[in-house]
């Protein structure tokens, strides 16, 4: 399996535009996450699903994130407009949940650059 | 909601010596803890967990333990190697019927010095 599938790996952009970060959980896991990580507030969760699902968003910055999850192989996190402090590592991982153990995968992560 | 706090921020050893990280959690429902290890540029990956109903779990060097009473679980690195050196982040969960997230405490750096 090549786990979890993240792109792009870097992103660089100007601030007010549009970007769209891609996951590809692995095949068969139920759940998919997707965190923030950054030096001053560390690991956030922004949201996460279930069978496709939503489960919980209370994580989402604010109107301007909204991620979806069209499909079970498939999930975007979309940022518009960006602003310079959305700069960070985005993290997507799934799980197969607890029948499989619980463990959440990371993929290799989005550094995302917000200019 | 649940609120994972984890000390000390940074962990400077030697190598050989032993390491030990602690962790608190504010939920007494939460009954999944687990480990997960992220080298510089890397990401997270789970290296020990235990559940609610277990008060230690080793696995080679690394052992958790956990009071559930007090609602802190610790990590324990004995004989330490530089490869060790990576941040540590400690997680609660409540796991019921399904998967809850994870809460993440903020990490601690460990070096490992030869």
């Known amino acids: 399996d090549a786990g979890v599938i993240q792109s792009p790996r870097h992103e660089v952009t100007e601030m007010g535009q549009e970007v769209t970060l891609r996951c590809k959980p692995i095949s068969g896991h139920d759940y998919l996450f997707w965190y923030r990580q950054t030096m001053m507030r560390g690991l956030e969760l922004l949201i996460y699903?279930?069978?496709?699902?939503?489960?919980?968003d209370s994580g989402m910055p604010e109107d301007r994130f909204s991620a979806k999850m069209p499909n079970a192989s498939f999930s975007t996190l979309k940022i518009q407009p960006s602003e310079p402090r959305d700069s960070a590592v985005y993290f997507c991982?799934?799980?197969?949940?607890?029948?499989?153990?619980?463990?959440?995968?990371f993929g290799p992560g989005t550094r995302l650059t917000v200019t | 909601g649940e609120n994972v706090e984890q000390h000390p921020s940074t962990l400077s050893v030697q190598e050989g010596d032993s390491a030990v990280i602690k962790c608190t959690y504010s939920d007494s429902a939460s009954n999944y803890f687990p480990w997960y290890k992220q080298e510089l540029g890397k990401r997270p990956q789970l290296i020990i967990d235990i559940r609610s109903n277990v008060g230690e779990k080793k696995d080679q060097r690394i052992a958790v333990t956990l009071n559930k009473t007090a609602k802190h679980f610790s990590l324990h690195i004995t004989e330490t190697q530089p490869e060790d050196s990576a941040v540590y982040f400690c997680a609660a969960s409540r796991r019921g019927s399904t998967l809850g997230r994870l809460y993440f405490g903020r990490g601690t750096q460990l070096t490992v010095w030869p």
């Open positions: 699903f279930n069978n496709n699902v939503p489960i919980d």
């Open positions: 991982a799934s799980s197969p949940g607890l029948a499989g153990g619980s463990e959440q995968y």
